[in-house]
């Protein structure tokens, strides 16, 4: 099989038709040229939306979700059904074999709780790669919502950027992409940055060169690399289409 990439997409973006739409079209392109992608998604905006309208309290703590039973199973509802399928039924209409998943079905990511204090929240430990290759090989495009089935038989509440971190080391991509809204990495100047260390991303935090929102990006991509992805990369769309944005390599 050749090469596979991995690209995540944020919840923030999720709820605009425009941005699915472009999504689509660019991850059409890509597979049309023979690219194995796997498709990674949030959905947390949609999920406060959700949760405020069943009068159910958010919680964060350290930046992730604070997870009770009705809590998860809101976000099941959203990550696994309406932000899941909207993505799927894009991508269909734009030609490609795209199937919606979650790291539920077959058992794709296992997961164990995180912290006690955050409930149903769940870190990947074994990603089931045969299932996602089988995918691959039929030439379906998998779209996979992070919740995630845990050792003990309960369904978890996966960060996705950590569920697209842990797929793609085990997949043994050769690129994991964040999609965010910008180009990628900007230089003092306002040029972006091709490529970066983890050593020179750690010295741009240091400096402020790298500040505000660019930071917890900086920081998901270089943890990706720990988990062993050997590229990660930041970008927006243009970006995805073009091959451009800020890579991280170890």
């Known amino acids: 099989m050749s090469a596979v990439q991995v690209i995540k997409v944020g919840g923030n973006e999720l709820d605009a038709s425009e941005f699915i739409a472009r999504l689509a079209t660019t ?19 949609e999920l406060t939306t959700l949760l405020t309208a069943l009068q159910i ?9 604070v997870t009770d039973a009705r809590t998860r199973d809101a976000a099941l509802m959203v990550l696994s059904g309406l932000a899941n399928k909207r993505l799927v039924a894009a991508l269909v209409a734009h030609g490609v074999l795209a199937i919606g998943l979650s790291g539920v079905d077959g ?39 992070p919740m995630s089935l845990g050792e003990d038989g ?7 950027d950590h569920a697209a971190g842990a797929i793609a080391a085990a997949m043994n991509a050769d690129l994991l992409t964040f999609v965010t809204n910008v180009p990628g990495v900007l230089d003092g100047c306002g040029a972006l940055l091709p490529s970066l260390s983890a050593a020179q991303a750690e010295a741009l935090i240091a400096n402020g060169t790298i500040s505000g929102g660019m930071i917890p ?34």
Do not use: M
Request: aromatic share 4%; net charge positive; with cysteine.
């Open 217 to 250: 990006k900086v920081r998901t991509a270089l943890e990706a690399l720990n988990a062993g992805v050997g590229r990660v990369r930041i970008t927006n769309l243009d970006g995805v289409a073009s091959n451009g944005g800020t890579v991280f390599a170890r």
């Open 107 to 145: 058992g794709i990511v296992c997961a164990v709780p995180l912290h006690a204090e955050l409930g149903f929240v769940g870190r990947p430990v074994r990603v089931r790669v045969e299932l996602l290759r089988a995918c691959l090989a039929q030439g379906w495009l998998p779209v996979v919502a």
């Open 57 to 65: 309290e958010t919680r964060f703590r350290d930046g992730l979700r």
């Open 27 to 45: 991850l059409a392109g890509l597979a049309r040229r023979g690219v194995n992608l796997i498709l990674v998604h949030g959905g947390g905006k």
């Open 154 to 160: 309960e369904i978890y509440n996966v960060n996705a």
